[in-house]
């Protein structure tokens, strides 16, 4: 393991650096740390919080919408005073609720109180259309420039009063703009559509099937989201001639593939946008392709900068060396095998629960089988814990097969929550 340190940011490289003859694919494990130190010794940035509440009119079912009230208000309670802050009602349209006048206020007693009311007189009518909810946030951000824009998207249900092409490019205009959490009350919504939108926005999804529960939730993503004072890092990779970055994957805390996000910024040079950071760790999977040399020959394969503004705050170097010892070679970094299977274990979860609502028992039973023995081997016990709600194991003979009757929270918390992965210590 390699490790450089600048600014208060370390950058931790895990590789087999050793390539058998004719090999030309490096893998490695990058853990980027930033320090408790580092976060505080800036300025106390400017922030915004927007909370995106679903005012449809099936929210008026089973105290969804009290719970999704109650829920705005703790959210507030945390809010540190002097930070700003908007409450959106979205329906078939957005609106802005509070406040009515002007793009946010500051929290104090009284726009605590003021929200109260607003939100008092809010009832459940209309329909979905979150792309509108995305659009709205993105224009209350740009009447913010240079503040860190978090929202939290509520919703029950699916996006049914817009083209799905709508949503997607709502999506891809607030890229970069603001970060979104998303959270999806009851069963009657759909994982991967807040997924989409989380992924790309920097932001989590989960389900609360209790809406007694959501006041807690939204708590604690607002003291998250208050502890991020860093409104953007980047990872720079720069690769030589001949070789190219075949992707960029974060791995923990969560599987985020950001290879599609990159921005070419130079010759062999490639931008990857981190989002916002407070004092934390998170690992990312990078693989390069190199042309293969000859045994004994040591190339870099590839420079790891970490970058917040214009300023390079942490690096690291991935290294190529070829031999002929097939001891050296035939090693693998034990981060780059963990997380490697930890990247399938999300995948077969996903494919199998797809393949169960399809009906496809047989191919349901073999991905979730999989699934099964990959969150034992890697100690996710989070996961496996999970997948004992969708599927029967036999401890005896490791048999597994779909229970007969799933409750659909159990199958939607396992899809929402398959991204989360066990971590494992740096080697060294």
């Known amino acids: 393991m390699s490790s450089i340190a600048n600014n208060g940011i370390s950058v931790a490289i895990d590789q087999n650096e050793y390539l058998a003859e004719g090999a030309g694919t490096v893998d490695a494990v990058v853990t980027v740390e930033t320090g408790a130190d580092f976060v505080a010794a800036g300025p106390e940035p400017q922030r915004l919080e927007v909370l995106i509440i679903d005012c449809s009119g099936s929210m008026a079912t089973d105290r969804k919408f009290e719970g999704a009230r109650r829920a705005t208000l703790a959210a507030l309670d945390v809010l540190?005073?002097?930070?700003?802050?908007?409450?959106?009602?979205?329906?078939?349209?957005?609106?802005?609720?509070?406040?009515?006048?002007?793009?946010?206020?500051?929290?104090?007693?009284?726009?605590?109180?003021?929200?109260?009311?607003?939100?008092?007189?809010?009832?459940?009518?209309?329909?979905?259309?979150?792309?509108?909810?995305?659009?709205?946030?993105?224009?209350?951000?740009?009447?913010?420039?240079?503040?860190?824009?978090?929202?939290?998207?509520?919703?029950?249900?699916?996006?049914?009063?817009?083209?799905?092409?709508?949503?997607?490019?709502?999506?891809?205009?607030?890229?970069?703009?603001?970060?979104?959490?998303?959270?999806?009350?009851?069963?009657?919504?759909?994982?991967?559509?807040?997924?989409?939108?989380?992924?790309?926005?920097?932001?989590?999804?989960?389900?609360?099937?209790?809406?007694?529960?959501?006041?807690?939730?939204?708590?604690?993503?607002?003291?998250?989201?208050?502890?991020?004072?860093?409104?953007?890092?980047?990872?720079?990779?720069?690769?030589?001639?001949?070789?190219?970055?075949?992707?960029?994957?974060?791995?923990?805390?969560?599987?985020?593939?950001?290879?599609?996000?990159?921005?070419?910024?130079?010759?062999?040079?490639?931008?990857?946008?981190?989002?916002?950071?407070?004092?934390?760790d998170r690992d990312y999977h990078v693989q390069v392709r190199v042309e293969p040399a000859a045994p004994g020959r040591e190339k870099l394969a590839a420079r790891i900068s970490v970058v917040a503004g214009d300023e390079v705050v942490g690096q690291g170097l991935v290294r190529a060396v070829w031999t002929t010892e097939t001891e050296l070679s035939a090693r693998i970094s034990r981060r780059v095998a963990h997380y490697t299977g930890q990247a399938e274990l999300a995948q077969v979860v996903q494919e199998g629960l797809s393949a169960r609502k399809n009906g496809d028992v047989a191919t349901a039973t073999a991905k979730l089988r999989r699934a099964v023995e990959l969150a034992a081997e890697s100690g996710n016990e989070g996961t496996a814990k999970l997948l004992r709600g969708v599927v029967e194991v036999d401890e005896r003979n490791g048999t597994v097969r779909l229970r007969a009757r799933v409750e659909a929270a159990d199958e939607m918390a396992l899809d929402a929550r398959s991204t989360k992965t066990a971590r494992v210590r740096k080697e060294g």
Not at 98 to 108: I, R
Not at 111 to 117: G, K
Not at 200 to 224: C, R, S, Y
Request: proline share 5%.
């Open 80 to 280: 540190k005073d002097g930070t700003r802050f908007a409450i959106i009602e979205g329906t078939s349209m957005a609106r802005l609720t509070y406040p009515s006048d002007k793009p946010s206020v500051s929290v104090n007693r009284d726009t605590r109180a003021a929200a109260r009311r607003a939100l008092d007189k809010l009832r459940p009518n209309g329909g979905t259309a979150m792309g509108t909810w995305l659009g709205l946030t993105r224009q209350l951000a740009k009447k913010h420039p240079g503040a860190m824009v978090h929202a939290i998207l509520l919703t029950d249900g699916k996006n049914e009063h817009e083209e799905p092409a709508g949503l997607a490019a709502e999506i891809k205009q607030s890229e970069g703009i603001f970060t979104c959490d998303c959270r999806g009350v009851g069963t009657d919504w759909q994982v991967e559509e807040l997924r989409t939108i989380a992924s790309a926005l920097h932001g989590t999804v989960d389900i609360v099937a209790d809406p007694a529960n959501l006041a807690a939730d939204f708590t604690a993503m607002t003291q998250t989201s208050m502890a991020k004072a860093i409104p953007e890092l980047t990872l720079r990779v720069w690769t030589p001639a001949g070789a190219t970055v075949q992707f960029v994957k974060q791995v923990a805390p969560t599987i985020a593939d950001l290879t599609a996000r990159r921005a070419d910024t130079g010759p062999q040079l490639g931008e990857y946008p981190l989002g916002a950071w407070g004092a934390e």
